[in-house]
Structures are given as structure tokens and as C-alpha cells.
């Protein structure tokens, strides 16, 4: 899992997740805000997360194989360290976004054994949810990238 033609695959890999990450998280965002975008993008907001979280674990194991291939160098520490962050924003964000997908289908909601009330704050919760991983995933990305190009560039 080190290389993909031969060129580093991190570098190829950490891109997609650079752009995914603002992506879902800010997709998150405007349906949690925004209920008839909600309605209108279904089932693509937690698809995206989806996506976004599988490619994280790539990208970081991409970018384990590269750190010890040049012998774990000191100025990479960092980088590696914040990398293996970002997965603890993305999962909760994919998580959140299905679970507010979930509840917005009345086959759902319907089998739940809760009052009208207790639904309305259930949603509310899950859409702070939602608010604080996308936020959460979006500064853990810009502190990983960040040390990446400064490992890089410095």
C-alpha cells in the first residue's frame, strides 16, 4: 500500500480526502440547516460521509507506509500524529448524518416508541451533532494538512 504506479500513494490518496472532508462536512451543514435541501440530496449526505470515512484509514495508512519508508523522520512526526486524528471527527460525522438521514423517514420515526416532543429534541441533538463533527472534521483536516505541507515545504 505504498505506491499506485509508482509514485507515493499518500500524496495521490491525501488529496481526495483534503476535498471530501470540507465536502461532507459542509453538505453536512446545509442539510442540517437547510431541511428541503435535506429532502432534496436524501440519502447523498450519508453516502458522502460514507465515502469520506473509508477514504481517511486509506490515506492514513498510505501515509504511515510513506513515514517509515524515509525512516520516520522527526519533521513528520506531527503530521502523522493530527493524520490519525482525523478519523475521530469523520466516523461521528458519517455517523450523525446517517442517523439524521434515519430519522427523517417515517418508517423509522414511526416504530419509535417516543412522543412527538421527545422526537423533536432527539432531532435537534442530532443536528448539533451533525454541526459539531462537521466542524470538528473540517479543523482536524486543515491542522493535518497544514503540518503535511509544512513537513514538506520546510
Given at each position: ?15 481526495f480526502v483534503v476535498v471530501a472532508v470540507p465536502v461532507a462536512a459542509l453538505v453536512g451543514i446545509v442539510v442540517t440547516l437547510w431541511p428541503r435541501a ?26 504511515e507506509a510513506l513515514f517509515e519508508s524515509m525512516g520516520s523522520p522527526p519533521f513528520a512526526q506531527r503530521h502523522t500524529e493530527l493524520g490519525d486524528q ?69
Amino acid at each position: 500500500m505504498e505506491t499506485f504506479a509508482g509514485l507515493p500513494l499518500h500524496p495521490l490518496v491525501v488529496h481526495f480526502v483534503v476535498v471530501a472532508v470540507p465536502v461532507a462536512a459542509l453538505v453536512g451543514i446545509v442539510v442540517t440547516l437547510w431541511p428541503r435541501a435535506r429532502a432534496h440530496l436524501g440519502w447523498f449526505p450519508p453516502l458522502l460521509g460514507l465515502i469520506t470515512l473509508i477514504s481517511v484509514p486509506i490515506a492514513t495508512t498510505a501515509g504511515e507506509a510513506l513515514f517509515e519508508s524515509m525512516g520516520s523522520p522527526p519533521f513528520a512526526q506531527r503530521h502523522t500524529e493530527l493524520g490519525d486524528q482525523v478519523i475521530l471527527a469523520v466516523g461521528p460525522l458519517f455517523g450523525v448524518l446517517a442517523l439524521q438521514w434515519l430519522l427523517d423517514r417515517p418508517a423509522v420515526y414511526d416504530r419509535l416508541p417516543l412522543s412527538d416532543h421527545a422526537l423533536t429534541w432527539i432531532r435537534r441533538a442530532v443536528a448539533a451533532a451533525v454541526i459539531a463533527a462537521a466542524v470538528a472534521s473540517i479543523w482536524l483536516v486543515i491542522l493535518a494538512g497544514d503540518s503535511g505541507a509544512r513537513a514538506v515545504w520546510t
